[in-house]
């Protein structure tokens, strides 16, 4: 049994078919990168993962829970289920320290004064522990966003979705946040990303599936998808993203 299966998932707003039939196994301490051109359904796969879109039609399982469909149980979900998204979402009435520790302290139970020592620790990890004590208006984007990934860390997630999280950033801001995805990865982190940094996808990832029109098109090891991908949509996109200067 694969870490996270997903087989034959269907997702529909309205009469639109966002997501059609995918299927994807990831192994534990994999790194997938999910790519393709906007709309092409990689947010929406990533939202269905943790729970916040319910599917249409299939079955996503995580460690052999099923964590998709009616009746499940939310809370378990995202005990499990981490996710870090491009805008950052951080309340702004709150501090960092108060944002990265509502989740353990209200979902968890975990006591308030054990819930801050692990944040400061976390804070420190990425170079902000300093900043505790500010507000979210306080920080440049890249430090929102290392405050971001920290609160998903502080649930300690079993998996960690990545939602294009470099895509709102100042260029010059993009390094610091994707050092800190880098780490994880060498630590052995289970995550899936979708990203527009080839690079760093072709750097860092176990696996890179893309995407067209809400299906996974292709996918393999990053050295035959960014190398030698077999599909000539793939050959298309990869050839669009090379003649724009961004591979």
Known sequence: MAFLEIHGVHKRFGDLEVLRGVD????????VSLIGASGSGKSTLLRCINGLETINDGVIRLEGMRVSGRGIDLDAVRRVV?????SF???PH?????????????????????????AITLLRRVGLGEKALDYP???SG???????????????????????ITSALDPELVSEVLNIVRDLATEGMTMMLATHE???????????????Q????????????FGDPTQERTRAFLQRIIDAGRM
């Open 24 to 31: 994807l196994t990831v192994e534990q301490h994999q790194v």
């Open 82 to 86: 981490g996710i870090v998204f491009q």
């Open 89 to 91: 979402n951080l309340f």
């Open 94 to 118: 709150m501090s960092v320290i108060d944002n990265i520790t509502l989740a353990p302290r209200k979902v968890l139970g975990v006591d308030p004064a054990e819930a801050e020592e692990k």
């Open 137 to 139: 208006d306080r920080l």
């Open 142 to 164: 890249g430090q929102q966003q290392r405050v971001a990934i920290v609160r998903a860390l502080a649930m300690e997630p079993h998996l960690l979705l990545l939602d294009e």
């Open 198 to 212: 080839m690079g760093f996808a072709r750097e860092v990832s176990s696996k890179v599936c893309f995407l067209h």
């Open 214 to 225: 809400g299906s996974i098109h292709e996918e393999g090891p990053p050295e035959q998808i």
